[in-house]
């Protein structure tokens, strides 16, 4: 979604671009990628989720808008032989994503989850259907 403010035009837009850059690639992906084609019948969509397994992953649609939660945490440990730790990691992962499709058949959603990659297909209800405003331009 684009946002509507607009940035300043001056020195700061700069280091804003340049920390937005930069920041992304030092700290990595902080969402993943999902790809949606409408078609007349349905929504397509895919979800990009590498790592993930089904039960970390929470798929929701309520009031037009679909929610997309994935969440895992994971634990690291590296023991000697007397099992003292040598090594203990812990490490997160949270990602959500929203987004308002109008007009679904809520009970016919399709959804799939293999090798990291979630599908789903949203068809629309027959009812949904508007016919295109024409706004005239003076």
């Known amino acids: 979604m684009a946002n509507a403010v607009s940035r ?6 700069r280091m804003d671009d340049l920390f937005d850059s930069f920041f992304p690639r030092f700290f990595g992906n902080d969402t993943f990628q999902v790809d949606i084609k409408e078609n007349d019948a349905e929504y ?24 997309i939660a994935a969440e895992r945490n994971n634990v690291v440990e590296d023991k000697d032989e007397e099992g003292h730790f040598v090594r203990r990691e812990r ?42 405003k024409k706004i005239e331009i003076k």
């Open 8 to 13: 300043y035009d001056g020195g700061l837009a």
């Open 44 to 67: 397509e969509l895919t979800a990009d989720l590498p790592g993930f397994k089904k039960e970390e992953l929470n798929v929701t649609y309520d009031h037009d808008v679909l929610t």
């Open 91 to 132: 490490s997160s992962q949270s990602y959500h994503r929203q987004f308002m499709l109008k007009g679904i058949d809520e009970s016919a959603i399709a959804a799939e989850f293999k090798d990291g990659v979630l599908t789903m297909q949203l068809p629309k209800r027959a009812d949904a259907k508007e016919p295109l």
